[in-house]
């Protein structure tokens, strides 16, 4: 029975990418991040930002040590917006290409090949969520004869980070729940943007308490929505939920809140990224009473990124 093998499978040769900072290899000079890559894999990879140059190299090496010859060497710099569910669902924002080397022989085992992307426009942060994954990669193409193998593609992911200014304007959020001669409190959170190091600083106040509140939680959800109607679809993950008060309390009771955001897994607000998604956070505050009834008051929250010390 015949049996049909992959290009990079029967092919003898390696192809691999190395990002750089200079002469310095960029793993050892710039921030790595953790990102899952599909489904079961995860990997390093190296951070970028805004308008700087990618640059490094690419090594192609033949596995049995001998000559082997190409149709052209060419590399891609891609930036696109990958949604789960749509069939078609590759959205490139950002594709930039270089002719490495033309069609040759190569006369050694291997050969390495320099390139650069200087002072790179990327205009949004990478995204790896629940239904859409926003990605920036270098792909390399080895043209080659299908009696020599056939093509060989090779991609290398990075991630792109983005810094915001601190906002001038920052207000406190003070917010009323009640229910008419049951309950009535006020909260109270520091402020509404906050960076993904900051600390949530806020208060509760029970004006009224009429009915037998059991406890209280606080829960920081984030609310993924892809596509535009009719096709749009929201998923909602809850990032930390935790109790802020066991029994009932009484009136005039002050309940503090102080919430650290750097040990969790956050990403910045995204609104309507190229038109494809938004990613929010909301502080969803939750009353459960004895009969576990709940009454819940939820309020957006900003979430930004700042440069790190």
Not at 289 to 294: A, I, P
Request: glycine fraction near 6%; charged fraction near 30%; charge should be neutral.
């Amino acid at each position: 029975m015949a049996s049909w093998l992959s290009p990079l499978l029967t092919s003898s040769l390696d192809v691999d990418v190395r990002l750089l900072d200079g002469t310095v290899p960029a793993d050892q000079s710039r921030k790595q991040i953790e990102v899952k890559v599909d489904k079961d894999r995860r990997e390093m990879c190296t951070v970028y930002f805004d308008g700087e140059t990618v640059q490094g190299e690419v090594v192609i090496r033949s596995r049995d040590g001998k000559k082997w010859a190409h149709d052209g060497l060419r590399i891609e710099f891609v930036g696109s917006i990958e949604l789960f569910y749509d069939r078609n669902h590759h959205h490139p924002f950002l594709s930039l290409s270089r002719s490495l080397a033309p069609a040759t022989p190569s006369n050694a085992p291997s050969l390495v090949i320099p390139f650069s992307f200087p002072n790179v426009e990327k205009p949004y942060e990478s995204y790896h969520g629940i239904n859409v994954r926003l990605r920036y990669f270098l792909r390399v193409t080895l043209n080659r004869r299908m009696a020599s193998g056939g093509d060989i593609l090779k991609e290398k992911e990075l991630f792109v980070q983005s810094y915001r200014i601190a906002p001038e304007a920052n207000n406190a959020i003070k917010m009323e729940v009640g229910i008419e001669d049951c309950l009535h409190i006020e909260f109270e959170y520091n402020k509404s943007k906050y960076h993904l190091k900051d600390v949530i600083v806020g208060k509760i106040y029970f004006l009224l308490v009429r009915i037998k509140v059991k406890h209280m939680e606080l829960s920081i959800i984030r609310r993924e929505t892809t596509g535009s109607p009719p096709n749009q679809y929201n998923e909602s993950e809850t990032i930390t939920k935790f109790e802020i008060m066991d029994g009932a309390p009484v009136r005039g009771e002050t309940i503090p809140i102080r919430l650290f955001l750097g040990g969790f897994d956050l990403t910045p607000t995204f609104r309507d990224v190229a038109k494809r998604f938004s990613t929010r956070y909301y502080l969803n505050l939750v009353l459960i009473d004895e009969e576990n009834r709940r009454y819940f008051k939820q309020q957006e929250i900003t979430v930004y990124r700042i440069p790190e010390n």
